[in-house]
């Protein structure tokens, strides 16, 4: 049955509600259904609570950061590329919370054209194809892209959805953890100007940023940087590049003319584009690939007019497969420093998954020989 204001209104005054509320209530739901009506009111926090079956008492608390509640559980994993990694997985009661916004309110909106991680229907394959066929790139990595976008960011993005600034500044902190102690995090664009706030509960001094692990932090650093995706493709237009993002991956790339000198600018302009907005390259994976080099685009081969696998990861996968086929499952994990069969099967799947977006017939096979070894015994083992 479709929404109807006068039957909200009459319902609202049998159950002996506000007159001067309900009318609010309509005029902000009448509102998010003209300007996003794929999108779920939110009028309150009461009224996220009850979507959510979590206690408001619960929700208040997180969003006061009360130590007493521990919103997450953090810990560090080695990053290949060396150096650690922070992950902060929300409680269980964050976490339902988190997910109902994914599911309903962020994965319900486009990011930028540009941008090809997280959002539904996106992938790798899909955003290595827009350089397919280039002769040159320029690659820039942003550092700590999570923890680089702030509260008051995500409270932007909240209020660009259609909320009220409320309910968009209590999202914004049901989505933000407080920033571990840093001398990045010790500046003053981390601490509130005016830290009182209308409601003297919520009061904080330091401003929060999206944490990795939790499932919102994703999309809202994409729609977090819908504007900053807007300038780099106005950026690239002027030079006729080609510009893309994936998740903290800045691609450039032409088919033309290029040199070191105009990527060195390209360079300059984009990181002058990112401080602005409190973001920093990361040098060491910033690099320019010129004409005689492999040109490589999130792990896959674009010097070609179609996105390949690289012969690097296709030796990967091969030798995987040989020694679990020729000195047992058991042999291998012990060899390759796996916790347990269930992870080295589930990291070998990944890697036919990622196969799969560019050499379906390549894929198949090895997941042939994958699901042929005898798998049984030692994943019950390991469950």
């Not at 790139?137 to 550092?143: F, N, S």
């Not at 390759?336 to 589930?346: I, K, P, Q, V």
């Amino acid at each position: 049955m479709p929404w109807s204001p006068q039957r909200f209104l009459a319902e609202g005054l049998r159950r002996g509600r506000d007159h001067k509320a309900l009318m609010e209530a309509i005029r902000q739901i009448s509102r998010m259904q003209r300007q996003r009506p794929v999108l779920p009111t939110l009028l309150t926090l009461g009224h996220l609570a009850c979507r959510t079956q979590i206690s408001y008492e619960y929700l208040r608390d997180i969003i006061a950061r009360n130590t007493g509640h521990p919103p997450y559980r953090s810990f560090r994993i080695t990053k290949r590329s060396g150096g650690l990694r922070v992950i902060s997985v929300p409680s269980p009661q964050l976490m339902k919370v988190q997910s109902w916004l994914t599911t309903h309110v962020l994965n319900k909106v486009q990011p930028h054209p540009t941008s090809y991680a997280f959002s539904p229907g996106s992938s790798i394959a899909d955003c290595a194809r827009q350089h397919a066929g280039a002769t040159w790139l320029v690659k820039i990595d942003i550092a700590d892209f999570f923890g680089s976008i702030t509260e008051i960011q995500v409270f932007r993005v909240f209020q660009m959805l259609g909320y009220n600034k409320l309910v968009s500044f209590e999202l914004a902190r049901l989505c933000t953890i407080l920033p571990i102690v840093s001398a990045k995090h010790k500046l003053k664009p981390w601490k509130t100007k005016f830290p009182r706030k209308p409601i003297d509960y919520y009061s904080e001094q330091l401003i929060g940023r999206l944490p990795q692990g939790a499932p919102t932090s994703p999309m809202l650093a994409n729609l977090a940087m819908r504007d900053i995706d807007e300038e780099l493709q106005h950026l690239a237009d002027s030079l006729k590049l080609v510009y893309t993002r994936y998740s903290d991956d800045i691609t450039f790339s032409t088919k033309g003319k290029f040199s070191r000198t105009a990527a060195s600018a390209v360079i300059k302009q984009t990181t002058a584009i990112l401080k602005r907005r409190g973001l920093f390259p990361n040098r060491a994976k910033t690099a320019v690939i010129h004409p005689g080099a492999r040109k490589i685009v999130l792990g896959l081969l674009v010097d070609q007019e179609q996105p390949r696998l690289s012969r690097k990861f296709r030796d990967r996968l091969r030798q995987h497969l040989y020694y679990l086929e020729t000195r047992g499952i058991t042999a291998h994990l012990e060899a390759r420093g796996f916790d347990s069969a269930g992870g080295l099967y589930r990291h070998l799947r990944g890697l036919i998954d990622y196969a799969n977006m560019v050499d379906q017939p390549y894929a198949q096979k090895q997941l042939l020989r994958l699901q042929a070894l005898p798998w049984g015994s030692t994943l019950n083992a390991s469950s």
